[in-house]
């Protein structure tokens, strides 16, 4: 018998096949109507625990500048009323009465505690001879005391402790109601940030893993390489707007296309941001979230999403399924014996039955296509692109589905192999579920199928604005599946 192939007697294969397709009415039938019905279905089932999500981030907050105490203590210097000595709080009431008339106390934590909420006061303390002085002295630090609290805040209010006592009184009472002041400032300010809050804690969150950048630009390089799913900025004067009763703004970037990651990194940074206000302030406080996509959009469908991917894995499902079966029975009834019988070889048996099957999955590929297009428009713009990796994908799962055809005893066989070949391939090639879901152990099993390369490939093609040689590895693999496929089918098999 000869080896050389035969390009006639390959064709007379394909229209054999063709023909009895044709004659066949109820599979004709159902290679057209289930795809389109299983594809329409899965379009409605889609909905969208995955951790170490890749998420850039750029804090550059910084802390208050300024402290409540310093404010005052400049106001108190500018005033020409007020001889101001600064002194600590184990000096602080010596000479009151004699060559000093008041003392101011305010404690370490009376910044904080006006920024927080919470309830502070300082001490004052007034020795002189008549109540005028007295009334004077508590008005000066009363009204200084306010208008630091607007400088800082815009405007709060601060409790202050007065303990007033007299001398005897020298008369005639003193015309000049200039006075000495000691002034114990011990006041520290608020010297922690939201910013560094909110790092912490994301730090310290298993959800996401921080790729920490420097700048504006690298977090949205980071996203646009691929390298994050979601970015966040925080600029130098988040915690001072906070502080000033401004509403602060926080910029996050986000990847739509991985929804499942994009969502649970979003929540985790949303749930940091309002964790570490109420660390800062001890209460809530409003923010404004900005939220820029880099890839996709808002509002995304998941059949939008999942398209492209799910063209291939339909053109395996079916094409493996319907070849396998169809060429298992071809054997069955005698008919590749018969063949055996004339002049054709092996290869041109094998490359017949390949071409029709793969023809059949093309066609069958081409009515999904249509049905996701048009729920999915915007894949017409990188369908070119898409067709040669749908092509290698059929080829290698058609020629594949020959070769374990040839090694089957029935058809039941055959349909045990779905849960061997193709479900796994569902659950673990990025199809449904983002391969981070993924334990560690089981990080390398998903790159043993070549549907995870494909969906790798469709997606940076239809979202990424990838070509072919940007995506060469995957396009190398599926080359590698086909290669498999038609060696295995045409090596020597075992008919028994």
């Known amino acids: 018998m000869s080896r050389s192939i035969n390009s006639y007697r390959v064709a007379t294969v394909v229209r054999r096949i063709f023909r009895q397709i044709r004659r066949d009415r109820r599979t004709l039938g159902l290679m057209i109507v289930a795809p389109i019905l299983v594809t329409y279905l899965w379009s409605f089932i889609f909905a969208g625990s995955v951790s170490n999500i890749p998420t850039a981030v750029c804090i550059l907050d910084e802390p208050l500048e300024n402290s409540f105490g310093a404010t005052l203590t400049s106001l108190l210097e500018d005033n020409a009323n007020v001889t101001l000595t600064n002194r600590s709080s184990a000096d602080a009431l010596d000479g009151l009465g004699s060559s000093i008339q008041a003392a101011l106390v305010l404690p370490s934590n009376l910044t904080w505690a006006m920024l927080t909420g919470n309830n502070i006061s300082i001490r004052l303390y007034v020795n002189v001879t008549t109540e005028l002085e007295a009334n004077y002295i508590v008005g000066v630090i009363g009204n200084t005391t306010s208008q630091a609290s607007i400088d800082m805040f815009g405007s709060r209010g601060i409790q202050m402790e007065r303990n007033i006592t007299?001398?005897?009184?020298?008369?005639?009472?003193?015309?000049?109601?200039?006075?000495?002041?000691?002034?114990?400032?011990?006041?520290?300010?608020?010297?922690?940030?939201?910013?560094?809050?909110?790092?912490?804690?994301?730090?310290?969150?298993?959800?996401?893993?921080?790729?920490?950048?420097?700048?504006?630009?690298?977090?949205?390089?980071?996203?646009?390489?691929?390298?994050?799913?979601?970015?966040?900025?925080?600029?130098?004067?988040?915690?001072?707007?906070?502080?000033?009763?401004?509403?602060?703004?926080?910029?996050?970037?986000?990847?739509?296309?991985?929804?499942?990651e994009a969502a649970v990194a979003l929540a985790t940074i949303q749930d940091a941001l309002s964790n570490a206000v109420a660390q800062a302030f001890g209460r809530e406080s409003e923010t404004s979230v900005n939220i820029t996509y880099i890839y996709g959009a808002a509002g995304m469908s998941m059949i939008e999403i999942m398209g492209p991917a799910m063209i291939g894995f339909m053109s395996l499902f079916f094409g493996f399924l319907i070849s396998g079966v169809f060429f298992l029975r071809e054997r069955q009834q005698g008919t590749l014996e018969r063949m055996q019988s004339t002049p054709l070889n092996d290869l041109e048996i094998v490359l017949g039955y390949s071409i029709a099957f793969i023809g059949?999955?093309?066609?069958?590929?081409?009515?999904?296509?249509?049905?996701?297009?048009a729920l999915s428009p915007r894949l017409l713009t990188s369908?070119?692109?898409?067709?040669?990796?749908?092509?290698?994908?059929?080829?290698?799962?058609?020629?594949?589905?020959?070769?374990?055809?040839?090694?089957?005893?029935?058809?039941?066989?055959?349909?045990?192999?779905?849960?061997?070949?193709?479900?796994?391939?569902?659950?673990?090639?990025?199809?449904?579920?983002?391969?981070?879901?993924l334990p560690p152990y089981l990080a390398w099993l998903p790159y043993i199928f070549p549907l995870t390369y494909f969906v790798e490939a469709t997606r940076a093609v239809a979202f990424f604005n990838a070509t072919l040689l940007d995506v060469i590895i995957p396009v190398i693999v599926l080359v590698m599946y086909c290669m498999l496929g038609i060696v295995l089918s045409v090596a020597r098999r075992s008919e028994k």
């Open 360 to 373: 059949v999955s093309l066609v069958q590929t081409t009515l999904i296509s249509i049905v996701i297009i």
């Open 166 to 260: 007299f001398v005897v009184p020298l008369p005639p009472a003193p015309i000049d109601l200039s006075f000495n002041l000691s002034l114990v400032n011990e006041d520290e300010g608020f010297m922690d940030t939201i910013g560094t809050i909110f790092g912490n804690l994301l730090s310290e969150n298993s959800n996401v893993s921080i790729i920490t950048c420097n700048t504006r630009a690298a977090v949205v390089e980071s996203l646009d390489s691929r390298a994050a799913v979601a970015g966040v900025y925080m600029d130098t004067d988040f915690t001072q707007a906070s502080l000033s009763g401004e509403v602060p703004s926080i910029e996050m970037f986000v990847n739509g296309i991985q929804t499942t």
């Open 383 to 437: 369908i070119l692109l898409l067709i040669p990796l749908v092509f290698l994908l059929a080829m290698g799962s058609v020629t594949l589905a020959i070769a374990v055809s040839y090694r089957m005893k029935n058809e039941l066989q055959i349909m045990q192999m779905i849960p061997v070949f193709i479900i796994p391939q569902m659950f673990l090639s990025g199809l449904l579920f983002p391969l981070t879901a």
